[in-house]
T-cell receptor, first 116, second 121 residues
């Protein structure tokens, strides 16, 4: 079974600084997707960024980028120029490719606090 | 159009009561997922529908949990004889189609609803 591990229960960052959230996963599949989701307090889960395992290039979405290390099964999220609105719980998630239909396996989450 | 909606947003039940949680997916979305999120934890998969067909119910924790999507749109998650350990946020998500892992295929993003917070006393 696939597992996703986030070893940082909480992280904090100063506004305008950079922070990196860690995630490791375990799978025997070669074809899969990885995601970072953001869940603000009492608000809906939204997709931040996704990475296809077959792509060597790291995904980037504006201030958000990932460091995908397939051999190490590591998938970290870097948030640059942090803003107060980035404060939320962040979840790393995995989806097997191939014949998978999109079922997500989530990590435990990391609470990100942004200090003004 | 509107996003995924869920009702009620909050539900308090006495232990032993039956509850029904509703999910209205985005119109036209084929795939629908239910997840259970315990306090301070990541969501855990419960069940999956493709149109009206329930293709995976491997995550349902017991036979007290039942889900349906009879017309391929609205879905209901029913919990019978609720227990305290059922207290959680129940999330619904929908996507346009099922994803495929073929190189170059477009992943269809799952859009989440706001969840229903169930508290069992």
């Amino acid at each position: 079974a696939q597992t996703v591990t986030q070893s940082q229960p909480e992280m904090s960052v100063q506004e305008a600084e950079t922070v990196t959230l860690s995630c490791t996963y375990d799978t025997s599949e070669s074809d899969y997707y990885l995601f970072w989701y953001k869940q603000p307090p009492s608000r809906q889960m939204i997709l931040v960024i996704r990475q296809e395992a077959y792509k060597q290039q790291n995904a980037t979405e504006n201030r958000f980028s990932v460091n995908f290390q397939k051999a190490a099964k590591s998938f970290s999220l870097k948030i640059s120029d942090s803003q107060l609105g980035d404060a939320a719980m962040y979840f790393c998630a995995y989806n097997a490719g191939g014949t998978s239909y999109g079922k997500l396996t989530f990590g435990q989450g990391t609470i990100l606090t942004v200090h003004p | 159009g509107a996003g995924v909606s869920q009702s009620p947003r909050y539900k308090v039940a006495k232990r032993g009561q039956d509850v029904a949680l509703r999910c209205d997916p985005i119109s036209g979305h084929v795939s629908l997922f239910w997840y259970q999120q315990a306090l301070g934890q990541g969501p855990e998969f419960l069940t999956y529908f493709q149109n009206e067909a329930q293709l995976d119910k491997s995550g349902l924790p017991s036979d007290r949990f039942f889900a349906e999507r009879p017309e391929g749109s609205v879905s209901t998650l029913k919990i019978q004889r609720t227990q305290q350990e059922d207290s959680a946020v129940y999330l619904c998500a929908s996507s346009y189609a099922s994803s495929r892992g073929l190189a170059g295929a477009v992943y269809n993003e799952q859009f989440f609803g706001p969840g229903t917070r169930l508290t069992v006393l």
